[in-house]
Structures are given as structure tokens and as C-alpha cells.
């Protein structure tokens, strides 16, 4: 018999919550499984009926997500000389040639660019104003938290219109900038608050005993102030990251051009040349990497938790 | 290393006079311990000389010109602060060399780390300068916290009860080690306790301060022997002084309301009639509690006595000391 511990749950405790946790998973991770698996199987397999669990896997999805064909007669495709590359023979499978290359990659940089560019912002404005309002006396301090917290009280959408017409007239439809500022506006409010929480809970013992120490009070933000609210800014990062990376309705309303991102682009991938499901779910599984791969990255500050540890009562 | 002086200084939270009117001077090179029950305004003091507040009215000089404009950093003072000590997101040695860092240094990290070494040393804490701030006993954190105040060379020490959180054996090394520095270095200390020990072996000046009054400043020799109040009398001395009303042994100066007997001031022989309750042997001393008619008293006797409880024993006082009703020493 090992010994009863308060902390440490029980064989039958982990047991438990690990088959909770695992079912739990299977059945949200399905779809997303089905989605990818989708991604990699020939246009006839995606839509076979009963579905095909098991295929012989065709990179063809997203050969046709990245690139634009077109259909040529049996006796031309025969003229030509042979395919100089996989993707090349790929598509004259199926009676086809490349003639250039699609706009997914350069809707998918613009989503990067977007994205992550309105999250920096968002993060950097968030922590700085988060700071003031945590440590320094502003007057009207409670009032501006208040106005703050209140443009996340409507949904954006309905200021689309008077959005939709301001932009229009200065200019910045359709341009990266005006989709950063569009959600570094809109994730503001949460960045600040969500902040403000994190840097409230860090004593301002620290920050006295580094200015005491010779530092001034920037120095002493950035030293000592930053890293301890790290977890705080990962995770405010990733909500950030997700909701800019997500927006569909303002992307459509918005961006037609140059800087259309992701999302509004995805679906048009189904209506060229019937409906081509590999090609979305290619699309897809190569849409859902960045905040994934961001998420892991910042995995150790979610985890870590917040110090509590080194205070001495 | 430089002469402290706080003139009129006054700081008020809200409603709470934290500090009233404060006037004191810390000579160069002087070791002063603030005394005062929980508070009486002793971190607010240090707070307002390390530059962390404002006061509302008063002024704070550091070697003769006044530092209310400055920044902490730029009053070039260390503090070992009461509460939160060590960086949590910083080792040991992080911790220890964070001072010495400071842009206003600019030290190359080869003098660095001999410092840390030096101090880890000195504090005992050479084996755990690997470890996060984290990981360490409540002994460990309040060393290392010491120690980042001893790295550095400032003008004045500032400790707020660095002690409190050790053992026995280690405070009294740690009260020699902090004795010493101060001797070699010449440095001035003003130094917040609440040991009586501590006060008396390391001061060579003590303030006492109550609700945010500085009521008496002086050597350690003169608070104990020449109390200004009641109050006072009572901060020094273990056991603590006997307060009786001033006639318990007759006769008594003219305005004196209570009289003061030191337990050492006691003296066993003649005199009033008095019943011990109980003989406390500490092993270098023991203390006799009596009940003296409706009072109780405490007196100090040779280590081996023979006195055992229930006896009957006649005492009087032997350097008393005269209070009036405010509680005012008046001889
Ligand atoms: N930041 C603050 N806000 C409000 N009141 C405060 C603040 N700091 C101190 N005070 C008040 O000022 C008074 C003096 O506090 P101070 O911390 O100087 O006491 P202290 O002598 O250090 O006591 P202790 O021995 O318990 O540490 C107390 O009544 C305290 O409640
Ligand atoms: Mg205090």
C-alpha cells in the first residue's frame, strides 16, 4: 500500500481522468482527423460512399490548392513532351495542365502578416497600458477600464457599415495596415484586461527593490515586470492570434485584393472545376499549422504558472 | 557610507498617520536599530529614505543635501526589504548579481562573480547559487536577500527584520557577520527589529518609535537605562520591567504615578512580604514570578537558588524608576 497524499492523486484517480481526457479528445479531434486525412486523398476517394477509412494517400489536393489548370483534348496532352515533375504528372492525370500558380499562397501570407501583426500590436499597446493601469495613479482610471471593456460589448459586426465606409474613405480597404488596425482594435480591450489581471498580481516589491538595485523604471519593467507576467502575455497572445486569424466577416467585407486573407478565400477553392474536397481540406490543414505551431512554441510560459513562490510572509 | 538626517518627517496613508514629525540624525558610520510594536511606522521610515515614498511634509538628507528629487537608484542606498525579497524568475546567483548589473555600475562579469562568491560565502549559501529564487527555505530566501544588499557598496543599509525567519544559531552568526561588515566597512546601517538582542548588541544608537512618533533616541545603554516614558522602558529588557503603582512600597516622589523595577532592580532580603508562584531555571539564571499583595512581579536571582514556590520572601526596590500619570519619567 503507498502512503495517502494530498497532492498526489491515486492510481484509480489518474486512471479515471485519463480516459476522460482521451475521450474527450477523440471525439473533437475527429473532424479534424477526417479534414486532413481529406486533404490527402484523390477527389473520386473524398466522395466515395461508404467514406473510405483506408486509401493510398495522393498529394493531389494540394497540388490543385496551389496551383490554377486547365482542361486540354486527349490528342494535345498526347503532343506534349513528357512532365518534367510530380506535381506536373499529378495533374495530367487527370487530363490537365498547370497554366500558373493559385492565390492561396499569397492569401496565406497575408493571414501571417495580418495575424501575427495585429497580435504584436495588440500585445505591446496591451502591456504597456495594462502597466499604467496597474501601477500608476490615472485619473479616471475605473471609467476607462469601463470604456475599454465596453467595445467588446457589441458584436463588431455591427459597426461593419460605418467601418466599411470610413475605410473607404481613408483609404485603407483592402491594405494590410487597415486589417492590423481593424483587430488590434478589436482584441485591445481584451489585451488589456487580460493583462492588467496578470500584472496586478505581481507584487510591486519586485519593481522597488530593482529600482532600489539601480535600475530605472523601464529597465525595471522590462527586467523584472515582463518575465514574470510571460504567462500572462502567451496566453493573451493566443487569443489574440486566434480571433485575428479566424475573422471571417470583416475579411470578406474588406478585403477583396491584396490583402484578402485566408478565410475568406478557403471556400472559392470549392467552386473551380466542381467540388474539389481535397483541395479544401488541404487547405484547411495547412490554415490550421500557425496557431498551432504558435501554441506549441509558447507552451512552456502556459505551463510554467505564475510564481507565487519566492515571497517571504 | 554617509550621515542620514530626517527632518520633521511626516507621512500620512488616507486617514493613518503613518509617520509623524519625525526628526532624527544617523551619523556616518552609526548602526541604528529602529525599535516599535507593528505599525509604528519603521518600514514606512526606511521606505521614505530609500526613495519608494513621498513624504507629505519633511526632509530626508543623505550626506548633507537634501535627496527628495532623486530616484531610488540615484540615492545609491540597499534595502533588504521586510516582505518580498528575491526575484522568483531569477536563480541564486541571478538574484545576487542583479545589483551589480545595474546599468549604473556597468561592471565587468568577471568582478561579479567574485562578489557573489564573497557574500555567498559569507551568508552560507555558496551551494544553492544554482537554484531558482523558488527552491529555497524561508532562511535561504531572507540570506539571499541580505546578500543582494550586501554585494553592492551603497551610501547606507537599509534591513527591515532581515533576520527574522532564521534559527537561533544561524541569527546569532548572521549578527556577528552583519556586526563585522559594518565595523570594516565603516558603513552606516539603519536596521529594523524586533529583537531585544539584536537591538542591544548591534546598535550603537537606538530609535524608538511609536504610532509613528519618534520617542526616544539614544545608545542602547541610555534607552535602557534612562527611559524617557513607560512605553519605552517596557520596548527593552527581558523579562520586562515591573509597573506597580508608585506607592506599592510606601513612599514615592510627589507627582509619581508608577513606579518601574527593572527585574534585575529587585532586590531579595528585607522589605515587603511577597509570595513566589513560580521558579523558572533558564540554566545561566532564574526567574522568580511573585505576587506581591494584589501585584504581580518578576525578579532575576542566582542560577542555583534554593527558592522553590509557596515560599514567602521580602523584596524592595533598587533603582527605581518614577512615572507620572501620562506615563512621563519623572526620575
Ligand atoms: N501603502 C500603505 N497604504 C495604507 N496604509 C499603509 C501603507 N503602508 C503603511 N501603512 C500604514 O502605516 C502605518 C505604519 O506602517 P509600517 O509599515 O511603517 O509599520 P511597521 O512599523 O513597519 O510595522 P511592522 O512591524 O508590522 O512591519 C500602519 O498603520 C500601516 O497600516
Ligand atoms: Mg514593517
Given at each position: 500500500m503507498s502512503a495517502y497524499s494530498i497532492t498526489e492523486p491515486t492510481l484509480r484517480a489518474k486512471w479515471v481522468a485519463g480516459s476522460i481526457v482521451v475521450l474527450y479528445a477523440l471525439i473533437t479531434l475527429l473532424p479534424l482527423v477526417w479534414i486532413v486525412l481529406t486533404g490527402f486523398k484523390t477527389p473520386p476517394d473524398s466522395i466515395s460512399y461508404p467514406?473510405?477509412?483506408?486509401?493510398?494517400?495522393?498529394?493531389?489536393?494540394?497540388?490543385?490548392?496551389?496551383?490554377?489548370?486547365?482542361?486540354?483534348?486527349?490528342?494535345?496532352?498526347?503532343?506534349?513532351?513528357?512532365?518534367?515533375?510530380?506535381?506536373?504528372?499529378?495533374?495530367?492525370?487527370?487530363?490537365?495542365?498547370?497554366?500558373?500558380?493559385?492565390?492561396?499562397?499569397?492569401?496565406?501570407?497575408?493571414?501571417?502578416?495580418?495575424?501575427?501583426?495585429?497580435?504584436?500590436?495588440?500585445?505591446?499597446?496591451?502591456?504597456?497600458?495594462?502597466?499604467?493601469?496597474?501601477?500608476?495613479?490615472?485619473?479616471?482610471?475605473?471609467?476607462l477600464l469601463f470604456f475599454i471593456l465596453s467595445t467588446r460589448m457589441m458584436p463588431p459586426i455591427a459597426v461593419a457599415i460605418p467601418i466599411f465606409l470610413m475605410y473607404r474613405s481613408l483609404g485603407l480597404s483592402d491594405t494590410h495596415l487597415g486589417m492590423i488596425l481593424l483587430y488590434t482594435g478589436v482584441n485591445i480591450s481584451l489585451a488589456v484586461w487580460l493583462l492588467k489581471g496578470f500584472i496586478d498580481e505581481i507584487p510591486r516589491e519586485y519593481e522597488e527593490a530593482a529600482l532600489i538595485d539601480g535600475y530605472t523604471r523601464f529597465q525595471a519593467f522590462r527586467k523584472v515586470v515582463l518575465p514574470q507576467a510571460a504567462t500572462g502575455i502567451a496566453s493573451t497572445a493566443i487569443f489574440c492570434l486566434i480571433f485575428a486569424w479566424n475573422e471571417y466577416a470583416f475579411a470578406v467585407l474588406l478585403t477583396s485584393g491584396t490583402a484578402q486573407t485566408a478565410p475568406p478565400f478557403i471556400p472559392t477553392i470549392i467552386g473551380v472545376g466542381g467540388q474539389d474536397w481535397p483541395a479544401v481540406g488541404a487547405g484547411v490543414t495547412l490554415f490550421l499549422l500557425p496557431v498551432m505551431i504558435f501554441t506549441i512554441l509558447l507552451r512552456k510560459h502556459l505551463l510554467r504558472g505564475i510564481t507565487f513562490g519566492a515571497v517571504r510572509k | 557610507?554617509?550621515?542620514?538626517?530626517?527632518?520633521?518627517?511626516?507621512?500620512?496613508?488616507?486617514?493613518?498617520?503613518?509617520?509623524?514629525?519625525?526628526?532624527?540624525?544617523?551619523?556616518?558610520?552609526?548602526?541604528?536599530?529602529?525599535?516599535?510594536?507593528?505599525?509604528?511606522?519603521?518600514?514606512?521610515?526606511?521606505?521614505?529614505?530609500?526613495?519608494?515614498?513621498?513624504?507629505?511634509?519633511g526632509d530626508v538628507q543623505i550626506a548633507?543635501?537634501?535627496?527628495?528629487?532623486?530616484?531610488?537608484?540615484?540615492?545609491?542606498?540597499?534595502?533588504?526589504?521586510?516582505?518580498?525579497?528575491?526575484?522568483?524568475?531569477?536563480?541564486?546567483?541571478?538574484?545576487?548579481?542583479f545589483p551589480l548589473r545595474s546599468p549604473v555600475l556597468n561592471l565587468p562579469e568577471a568582478e561579479i562573480d567574485r562578489q557573489i562568491n564573497a557574500v555567498a560565502g559569507v551568508l552560507r549559501i555558496s551551494h544553492k547559487l544554482d537554484n531558482k529564487a523558488t527552491q529555497l527555505s524561508g532562511g535561504e530566501m531572507q540570506r539571499v536577500s541580505i546578500g543582494r544588499a550586501l554585494v553592492r557598496n551603497p551610501r547606507i543599509y537599509l534591513m527591515d527584520e532581515p533576520l527574522s525567519s532564521l534559527d537561533a544559531k544561524l541569527r546569532a552568526e548572521l549578527r556577528i557577520e552583519l556586526k563585522r561588515i559594518h565595523a570594516e566597512m565603516g558603513a552606516t546601517f539603519l536596521y529594523v527589529t524586533h529583537d531585544q538582542i539584536e537591538a542591544m548588541t548591534m546598535a550603537t544608537h537606538?530609535?524608538?518609535?511609536?504610532?509613528?512618533?519618534?520617542?526616544?533616541?539614544?545608545?542602547?545603554?541610555?534607552?535602557?537605562?534612562?527611559?524617557?516614558?513607560?512605553?519605552?522602558?517596557?520596548?527593552?529588557?527581558?523579562?520586562?520591567?515591573?509597573?506597580?503603582?508608585?506607592?506599592?512600597?510606601?513612599?514615592?516622589?510627589?507627582?509619581?504615578?508608577?513606579?518601574?523595577?527593572?527585574?534585575?532592580?529587585?532586590?531579595?532580603?528585607?522589605?515587603?512580604?511577597?509570595?513566589?508562584r513560580r521558579v523558572e531555571r533558564l540554566g545561566d539564571q532564574t526567574r522568580l514570578h511573585l505576587v506581591m499583595g494584589s501585584h504581580d512581579l518578576i525578579t532575576l536571582t542566582d542560577a542555583h537558588t534554593s527558592h522553590s514556590?509557596?515560599?514567602?520572601?521580602?523584596?524592595?526596590?533598587?533603582n527605581p524608576l518614577w512615572f507620572d500619570a501620562a506615563g512621563q519619567r519623572i526620575a
Open positions: 467514406p473510405k477509412v483506408i486509401f493510398s494517400p495522393s498529394m493531389e489536393g494540394y497540388v490543385n490548392l496551389f496551383t490554377t489548370r486547365s482542361r486540354i483534348a486527349a490528342d494535345d496532352l498526347a503532343a506534349l513532351p513528357p512532365p518534367e515533375t510530380w506535381y506536373d504528372q499529378i495533374v495530367r492525370d487527370r487530363d490537365m495542365v498547370i497554366v500558373g500558380p493559385s492565390k492561396f499562397g499569397e492569401r496565406f501570407l497575408n493571414s501571417v502578416i495580418i495575424g501575427f501583426g495585429s497580435t504584436a500590436l495588440s500585445i505591446i499597446l496591451g502591456t504597456l497600458a495594462a502597466y499604467a493601469f496597474s501601477r500608476f495613479r490615472v485619473p479616471l482610471k475605473d471609467d | 557610507m554617509a550621515e542620514v538626517r530626517l527632518s520633521n518627517l511626516s507621512k500620512s496613508f488616507g486617514a493613518t498617520k503613518a509617520l509623524s514629525d519625525v526628526t532624527m540624525t544617523i551619523p556616518d558610520g552609526a548602526f541604528v536599530v529602529l525599535l516599535g510594536p507593528t505599525g509604528a511606522g519603521k518600514t514606512t521610515t526606511l521606505r521614505l529614505i530609500a526613495g519608494l515614498d513621498r513624504p507629505d511634509a548633507g543635501a537634501s535627496v527628495l528629487g532623486d530616484t531610488p537608484a540615484q540615492r545609491d542606498v540597499a534595502m533588504v526589504f521586510q516582505q518580498y525579497s528575491l526575484y522568483p524568475h531569477m536563480s541564486v546567483r541571478d538574484n545576487l548579481a537606538v530609535g524608538v518609535l511609536d504610532a509613528g512618533r519618534l520617542v526616544q533616541f539614544g545608545t542602547p545603554r541610555d534607552i535602557y537605562d534612562n527611559p524617557h516614558n513607560i512605553y519605552v522602558a517596557t520596548r527593552l529588557g527581558q523579562p520586562r520591567i515591573n509597573i506597580l503603582p508608585a506607592t506599592a512600597f510606601g513612599q514615592a516622589p510627589q507627582t509619581a504615578a508608577h513606579i518601574g523595577l527593572r527585574p534585575e532592580h529587585i532586590a531579595v532580603g528585607d522589605g515587603q512580604a511577597a509570595t513566589i514556590a509557596g515560599e514567602t520572601v521580602h523584596i524592595r526596590p533598587a
